[in-house]
């Protein structure tokens, strides 16, 4: 085809990253498939419908986490989160059991009181009544989740926490959400 001639286009048939720029396979009106071409954005500026177009119809795929991907690092965090406690639960033991260490007692009992003043502060969740995330908005840049919550007697409420929240003290069921809406193709 030669430079500075229109011709027609009669569909797009792809998109690669070239260079860092995308660029479409072009199916020209009149020619065979043999005589496709790609095309630079910069080429198309005619066509920025079509193109829009085709973009809508084709979006372009991000690489998702497998399933055993996301339950391998859920599995991971739930064994650090598990040894951290157990660690901190053996020097609570041992500090209590040392009765002359009053300092250590002291020091953990300061650290006890600033995680709780913490977990006050920021209003965190310090129970395991979380059963299941519903679904998630966003307000004012907060991501916010809206959880069935059980209470002591066996009721069911629904309650929105911030999902950064969520993620500390019951991951799974906000990694449950999420990989339930994944879809593959």
Not at 19 to 46: A, H, R, V
Not at 118 to 139: A, F, H, P, R
Not at 144 to 157: F, P, R, T, Y
Request: hydrophobic letters at 30%; proline letters at 3%.
């Amino acid at each position: 085809m030669l430079e500075g001639e229109f011709y027609n286009i009669e569909k797009i048939l792809d998109r690669r990253m070239s260079k860092g720029n995308y660029e479409y396979k072009i199916k020209w009106e009149g020619y065979p498939m043999s005589q496709c071409t790609w095309e630079p954005m910069e080429n198309l500026e005619t066509v920025k419908e079509l193109v829009e177009e085709y973009n809508q119809l084709h979006p372009i795929a991000t690489p998702k986490s497998t399933k055993s991907e996301t339950k391998k690092k859920v599995k991971l965090l739930n064994k650090k989160r598990k040894k951290e406690k157990d660690e901190n639960d053996d020097k609570i033991k041992d500090s209590s059991q040392n009765e002359n260490n009053i300092d250590n007692i002291k020091e953990i009992d300061e650290a006890k009181l600033n995680i709780n003043e913490n977990i006050n502060e920021k209003n965190y969740i310090i129970d395991d009544s979380l059963k299941s995330v519903i679904t998630v908005k966003q307000e004012n840049e907060t991501l916010l989740a809206k959880v069935n919550k059980m209470d002591e007697n066996g009721n069911i409420s629904q309650i929105y926490i911030p999902t950064l929240e969520l993620r500390i003290k019951n991951p799974s069921i906000l990694i449950d959400f999420y990989e339930s809406k994944i879809k593959f193709s």
